[in-house]
C-alpha cells in the first residue's frame, strides 16, 4: 500500500524515472578481507551462517523494517517479502533457535557502526557509501 | 565473549548505542479466532452451534535474556481462551550455544513430534488457521528436559538435527480430553533437511507411558468394568489392555515444497502404545496452496485411522461359567474392548489467508470432519466448522 502511494504520488510529479529504485551498496569494515557473494550474505542475513567465508564471525545488521532500503534488500537479497521474513524469524523467535539482526534506524547510524565493528555487515543505499566503510556487493 | 568485547569496544570509543547493552528481549504473539459449527451436530476444535471466540484465540508474551558467553534464558507465558486465558508457562528454558553450531537447551520444551510443532501456537508463522488436526493430534505438547540441536550444512543442504531427553507428566486425550498420563524416560531424534525450496524431516520418538481411565466420562464404565472382570480372572488379560508403563513409539516423515509460489506440506506420523488398548494410529495429510502477492489460498486433504490388532483374546475362552453369577464372555468382551478404541476420519480443508498489515494476517478456514466410530456405527458423522481469525506477531 505504501509502496502504491509513493508510486502514485511520483507518477504525478511525473518523476517515474527518478525513482527507479536505490541500488543497495553492502558494506563491512575496511579491514575485512572476506568475499561475500549473493548466497553467503543472504545466509549471513537469515541467521543461517554465522561467520564469514574466511572464517571471521559476521554480525549482520538490519535497517528498519519499514525503511525502502529494508524493503528492497529483503525482495533483492534475501528474495522474501516483509511478511514471509517475519513469518520466518517467528519461527526461529519463539522456538529459541535464532533472533534477527539488530536494525538500526538510517544509513549513516549503519555506515558508522560497521566502520567500528570490524566483525559487522550492514547495508545501504550506494549513494550513501563513504570511505570509512568497506563496499563487497552492489545490488 | 565476542558481544561482551564488542560492548567493551564501543564502550571505550564513547558511542555504546543502548541496544547493545539491552540484551532482554521481548517479543509476543496473539491470535484471535471466532469459530462456528456450520454442519452437522458434533463439536469440532472446541466448537459447538453458535460463534465462539474463544476456542482459538491466545496471547503470549517471550521475554528473553541475553546472559553472555553464549547463555541464554527464555520463558514463554501464554494465556488461552479455550482455557478462560489462565496464564501458563508454556516454555521456559536455559540455552546455551556450546558453538556456533549446537546449542543445548533445558527446561521446559516443546515435544517436536511434527514439523510445526515448535511453532504451533504462532498461527502469524504458517499459512492455515490451524496445523491439519488429524496429525496434529496429540495434545500434550510440553516436556520437562533437554533439547540439543545441531545445525551444519551438507553440500547445499541445510541440516538440522535434534535429539531430546525428559518426562512428561499430564494429561492426553484417550478416553476423555484430560486422562492422567506419564511419560517417562522420553527420548527422540529428528532429522530436517532444507534444500531452497524442498524441505524433508523424520522423526523418533518412544517413552514409557502410563495412562490414567480414572476420567473415563463413559458413564457406564464400561471399559473400566470390562477389564476388572476380565482382570479378576485373567491379569494378565488386563494388563494387556491398561497403559502402565508400557513402551509409546512415534514416528513421523514430512515434507514441503515453497517454490514459485506453489506450496505444499505432507506429514505421515504413527503412534503406538504396546501391550495396551490403545489404537495404533495412522495419519497423514496433504496441504496445497498458491501465494498470490498478500494472499494465499490453501486445500488439504486429511486421514486418519486408529486400528487395534488382536493379539491376545484367542488366549481366552469364549464363555466362563462363574458360580453364583452366571455366564461371562472374556473372550468377546476382550474384543469389544479393543474395537471400541477404533476410528476413522476422513478430513477436507479450505482457506485463505490474507497478509493485510505487516505483522498480521487475517485467516478464513472452512473444514468438514467426517469420523466414523465402527464400534457404535457404521454411519460417519460428519461435522464442519468455519472460522475467521486474525494473528499477529510483535
Redesign the interface.
Known sequence: MKLFKTKLCVAVLGLASVVAQAEIAVVVHPSNAAAVDGTSLSRIFLG?A??FSGGG?A?AINQA??SPITEEFNSKVLKK???QL??YW??L?????G?PP?ALSSDAEVI??VS??P?SIGYVDAASVTGAVKVVGKY | M?KIL?VA??AA?G?A?S??LADT?I?G?ASVAAGSVVDGDESLFGYDKGVSFKEESLF?L?V?SDLGEGL?A?A?ILSRGSNDFATEFE?A?L?YEIN?ST?I?AGKL?IPFYRYS??L??G???TWARPPQTVYSLVFSTFDGLSI?N?HTIGDW?STVQAIYGSYEGEVDLLSEEDPATLDNMFGVNWTLTYDWFTARAVYMQANTSISFENNPDPDQTLNNGIALVGGIYPEAADSLTVEDDLGSFFGLGFSVDYNNILIDAEFTTVEVENSIVAKQEQYYVSVGYRF??FTVYAITEHSEDTNEDTYSSNLPVTLDIPNYGTVYPQGTYQALLASQEEEIDAFTVGVRY?FH??A?LKFDYTAFDTLVPSTSSESVESSVFSVGVDL?F
Do not use: M
Open positions: 543461517k554465522k561467520n564471525q554480525v523494517e519499514s517479502s516483509g511478511s517475519k513469518a517467528s519461527k523467535v519463539f522456538t529459541g533457535k533472533t539488530k558508522s557502526f567500528s565493528n566483525n | 565476542k564488542t569496544i564501543l570509543l558511542t548505542p541496544y547493545t528481549r517479543n504473539f503470549a517471550q528473553s541464554s527464555t514463554q516454555w528454558y540455552s556456533d546449542q537447551n516443546r515448535d511453532f501456537d504462532v502469524y508463522a504458517y540441536v545445525n541445510d502477492d498478500t497478509n505487516p505483522a494476517a506477531v
